[in-house]
């Protein structure tokens, strides 16, 4: 099997994943991290796309069988990292027209757009009805075999937040109103026939944009039941979707990761956030280096002491990308993954995982005051509920409590029998324009990336060439060699 690409141990393969993971040998990968394509949302213009199922469960069926691949290619303490956001029944007409909905949809008129169809029934959901894709798939891969771990809360953007509001994409998701009411025309379309417009619009012609103007006075907005005008608009409000799922899938019982290379500060979410962006070297990192507040992975030890494991809600912006692929996820998600799950190195001659030697120190009172301890870093509080079997709440407490204690890494050690170190290897099946690559190799691993479509992989390969090399994408190298 010839891979598209090649380089400093990185992989780039055209091709179905279906078809290309089983060329790859087995037991060969530390950690896998995707974003498979949703469902019903998007045509890659591609053969052999995964997506356009007639259905969410032919859809689930078929990654199931993907990442049955990638469980062969996984070590067995590997861990698997998936990306799905969930959508709504009922888009389809218009741009919508390539989704499955899309397809089912005669272009006559008995089916409308928003009218119930028998496969709306069939799948025991109406439009409108919010899929529930992403619990569905892990689901099904847990009855496949795989241990669900974790699923984490992507929250894109939040409400009800002073300090981070995030930035998501619109949706038009208005309640009952009374409007004023207009008239649209179309003045480029070929026919003055409404039927024949509204027909011509939903499969897709160009009829122009439409001239709107406040209405002179109809039967709608003047029948006496409204404000003289308005018409009465009932939109099917709901919150704006502002977050996908991350779920964290393991090969078995006793996986790897790495939980002192993800802690974070117990208190000041400033310093969190500030953490992430500084702990792949570069000026920023060198800066919180000669501060005393270093947190390197791939450069050197971290000495971040104390702190506490990250939540599963994680707020992380969609950062906007110039390239053509708008499914891409933002890098800044594959950090806290990659620094759980993949190992600072891998063995060179078996793969297993070295894991950090771990010296703890006093009690982190920082950590300890924000969980309720009094000022010596102890708990005197009483339960509120008395011990009925089991512990009390309180000794419970106690015990958590008294584990808080400042930690220290002070070097990884092999897992195994053997003394070499290797990069570990990042896979990711749907590789797009590699994002997982590149904060893969950012973070000293190697990475093998899966796409269907050369048009991707070739952004992919100039993605990632230019972190192997340091020479920026937009000026191919022999300029910067002409130029020296
Ligand atoms: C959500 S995108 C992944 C984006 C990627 N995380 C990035 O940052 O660019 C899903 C990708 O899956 C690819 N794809 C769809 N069907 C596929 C298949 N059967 N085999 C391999 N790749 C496929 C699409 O071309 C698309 O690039
Ligand atoms: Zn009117
Ligand atoms: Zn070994």
Known sequence: MQPYWSADGCELYTGDVLEVLPGLPERSVQCAITSPP?????????????GLEETPEKYIERMVEVFRGVRRVLRDDGTVWVNVGDGYA??????????????????????????????????????????????????????????????????KGVSFCDSYSGSVMPESVNGWRWERCKTRTWPDAD???????????????DCGEPEVEPCPGC????????????????????????????????????????????????GDPEGTAKRYESSFGGEKNEA???????????????????????????????????????????????????????PKHACGVCGAPWAPVVTEGGPDMDHRKKCGSDRSGGYHGEGKVGPTRGQSARDVKKNILRGMNTRRVERHHPTCEHDQKARPVVLDPFSGTATTGVAAVKQGCRHIGVDLSDEYNEMAKNRLREVITGVPEDEPEQCALWME
């Not at 109406?126 to 569905?136: A, Q, S």
């Not at 026919?191 to 012609?205: A, C, I, K, V």
């Not at 709608?220 to 502002?242: E, F, I, M, N, Q």
């Open 288 to 342: 919180l280096n000669d501060s005393g507040l270093r947190q390197t992975k791939p450069e050197g030890e971290r000495t971040w002491d104390g702190g506490r494991n990250p939540r599963d809600v994680w707020t992380i912006g969609t950062s906007g990308t110039s390239r053509a692929h708008y499914a891409a996820y933002p890098e800044a998600l594959m950090k806290p993954i990659l620094q759980a799950a993949t």
């Open 38 to 50: 949703y469902w019903g949302l998007r045509d890659y213009g591609e053969e052999g796309q995964i």
């Open 191 to 205: 026919t003055d026939s409404n039927e024949e417009l509204r027909r011509d619009r939903q499969n897709g012609r």
């Open 90 to 155: 009922g888009h389809w007409g218009g741009d919508y027209a390539h989704t499955p909905w899309g397809q089912d949809r005669s272009p006559d008129e008995t089916t409308v757009p928003n009218k119930e169809t028998p496969d709306f029934k069939q799948h025991a959901f109406k439009p409108k009805d919010l899929l529930g894709i992403p619990w569905k798939l892990a689901f099904a891969l847990r009855a496949d075999g795989w241990y669900l771990r974790s699923a984490i809360v992507w929250a």
């Open 219 to 266: 039967e709608k907005c003047c029948d006496g039941h409204g404000p003289d005008g308005y018409v009465l608009r009932r939109g099917s409000w709901r919150p704006t979707s502002a977050h996908e799922y991350v779920f964290m899938l393991a090969k078995s019982a006793r996986y790897f990761c790495d939980a002192e290379a993800v802690r974070e500060p117990s």
